[in-house]
């Protein structure tokens, strides 16, 4: 549950630097890195989500698993969309690839779970994802966007994701009960 918080947390507060010698943080992305973590983020949450279908029996994470799908997929669609119209690609960076690199390790480590203790690792790493992206999103990316479109874009996501980081809570309390 941990290892995505944290991730997020050095990426967004302690500098990363490459071979090249160069620092890279959070709030130097540009918008097309900004998009490209963005994308990531959500086709995460998706595999996490299919997992949850494929493993679990609980109707409940069942339902929150496929409202995932559907947002996070819809934000996507939008995303590509916006970023045709401005005729731009989005760019591959450290902090995509952090976050990919550990959702392996995480998706590794969930896909042997079963019954009650996957349940419970799916939904603490949900609240865990949704709390430690949405904290990236509101504090490190969006004031740092450039372009009026991409942020609006930003904006309304981040309300969306705000309503899974609150449904995420509620399952984890439910779960333990
Ligand atoms: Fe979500």
Do not use: C, W
């Not at 130097?28 to 973590?37: G, S």
């Not at 904006?155 to 779960?175: P, T």
């Amino acid at each position: 549950m941990k290892t995505l918080t944290l991730a997020v947390a050095m990426a967004t507060t302690i500098l990363f630097t490459s071979g090249a010698a160069q620092a890279e943080s959070a709030a130097d992305l540009n918008d097309l890195q900004i998009a490209h973590v963005a994308y990531t983020a959500d086709n995460i949450d998706i595999r996490y989500a299919y997992l949850a279908l494929a493993i679990s029996q609980n109707p409940d994470i069942h339902q929150f698993a496929r409202t995932m799908i559907r947002d996070h997929t819809a934000v996507n669609e939008q995303a590509l969309a916006l970023l045709q119209k401005l005729k731009a690609d989005p760019q591959d960076n450290f902090l995509s690839k952090a976050l990919t690199k550990d959702s392996n390790v995480l998706i590794d480590e969930m896909s042997k779970l079963r019954g009650n203790a996957f349940d419970r690792r799916y939904a603490g790493n949900e609240l865990a994802y949704h709390k430690a992206v949405n904290n990236l999103v509101e504090n490190t990316f969006i004031p740092n966007i450039d372009n009026v479109e991409v942020k609006v874009l930003f904006e309304a996501g981040l309300k969306i994701f705000k309503i899974h980081e609150g449904h995420a809570a509620m399952m984890v309390k439910k779960i333990s009960k």
